[in-house]
């Protein structure tokens, strides 16, 4: 891969969909940035102790999946540039866009009371991205409409002042990019759904995770088969185990298609337990080191600023604000 952006949200707690949509994807590779998006957040009106303690979670997290040693990991509200490039790019963007983003509809349009940062959230993505002289952002399937304002916004800005920003593209994984609900298999697995059975938490005990693999709703019949209209539930599952073990869905069809519902929800479980057990351990451990996890998020928040801040004064001089000195 390129240089690499990607943010998540430390709203509610993550969940396996996040795993696999997003996170399994991310490398520790210079030029990678992983981004604690605690702006895009406050469209959700966080509790503010919990908005702290959540950013500190997620990040430990990153840490724990190896990531910020050569990437960097950092805090969105700790580069200022993201804030004032979002005021930027919200002068190229167009009303008429932002409303069509599906998820400003269900969340937003229509409701007097919703906020004008629930409006502006891709705008802020856009800055988040543009700032980093990107090629390729990895996110889940949800995230593909939001990715095609983005590109659309940088080409503008390029037609518009020459080429001043990269155009990046979204990287989405063919196999689960969207992970649905536990106990609703036709809707994507959702941080906000209230249902706790509906998703396996990166936070979940062993024995929790096996939990809710075996209550997940599956479907009519008793062969474990891949048909995600028939099927949709165990599908579903059949993908998560696939994706989780490197294996293929047609391996994971052949060992378990005539051994009925109860087993292959016992190996899937397994599977889940075998991949989410040690990430939680470990990110509990940094999480519990706070000085060493301080010291990852300030390096990375230096480097970040160091780029970020290059890009917006290209861009600041680019449409024709006076930057100081008077430097041309
Ligand atoms: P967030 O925190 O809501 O989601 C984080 C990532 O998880 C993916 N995801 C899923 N993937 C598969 N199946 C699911 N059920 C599922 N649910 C969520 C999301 O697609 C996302 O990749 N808007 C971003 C945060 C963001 C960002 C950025 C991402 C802000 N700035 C710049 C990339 C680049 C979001 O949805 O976060």
């Given at each position: 891969m390129g240089r690499v952006f990607s943010g998540l949200q430390p709203t509610g707690e993550l969940h396996i969909g996040n795993y696999i949509g997003a996170l399994k994807q991310f490398t520790d590779q210079s030029g990678h940035y992983y981004c604690v998006v605690?702006?895009?957040?406050?469209?959700?009106?966080?509790?503010?102790?919990?908005?702290?303690?959540?950013?500190?979670?997620?990040?430990?997290?990153l840490v724990a999946l190896g990531l910020g040693r050569k990437s960097c990991v950092f805090i969105q509200s700790q580069v200022s540039a993201h804030a004032e490039m979002t005021w930027l790019l919200a002068c190229e963007a167009r009303t008429g866009e932002l409303n069509r983003m599906t998820q400003f509809k269900s969340k937003g349009r229509n409701r007097p009371q919703s906020s004008v940062g629930l409006f502006l959230y891709p705008v802020l993505m856009a800055a988040d991205i543009l700032l980093y002289d990107i090629e390729e952002v990895p996110v889940g399937d949800d995230q593909r409409q939001h990715l095609e304002l983005i590109r659309d916004v940088a080409m503008r800005l390029n037609s518009r002042y020459g080429d001043v920003v990269s155009v990046p593209k979204a990287v989405i994984p063919k196999l689960g990019g969207r992970v649905f609900s536990l106990t609703d298999p036709t809707q994507k697995m959702s941080k906000s759904d209230p249902d706790p059975m509906s998703k396996v938490l990166l936070t979940d005990?062993?024995?929790?995770?096996?939990?809710?693999?075996?209550?997940?709703?599956?479907?009519?019949?008793?062969?474990?088969?891949h048909d995600p209209k028939a099927k949709p539930g165990i599908s579903n599952l059949l993908e998560?185990?696939?994706?989780?073990?490197?294996?293929?869905?047609?391996?994971?069809?052949?060992?378990?298609?005539?051994?009925?519902?109860?087993?292959?929800?016992q190996a899937v479980a397994d599977q889940v337990v075998a991949v989410v057990g040690p990430l939680r351990d470990e990110a509990l451990r940094i999480r519990r080191d706070e000085a060493e996890l301080e010291r990852i998020l300030a390096s990375g928040r230096e480097r970040a600023t160091e780029q970020a801040e290059r890009r917006l004064v290209a861009v600041k001089r680019a449409i024709g604000l006076h930057l100081p000195g008077g430097h041309p």
């Open positions: 605690d702006l895009h957040s406050l469209t959700a009106e966080p509790d503010p102790a919990t908005l702290h303690d959540r950013t500190l979670d997620l990040a430990a997290l005990s062993d024995q929790l995770i096996v939990k809710k693999i075996k209550a997940a709703v599956t479907d009519s019949g008793r062969e474990v088969s998560m185990a696939a994706v989780l073990s490197g294996e293929s869905v047609a391996s994971w069809v052949e060992r378990y298609r005539a051994s009925g519902y109860g087993a292959f929800k």
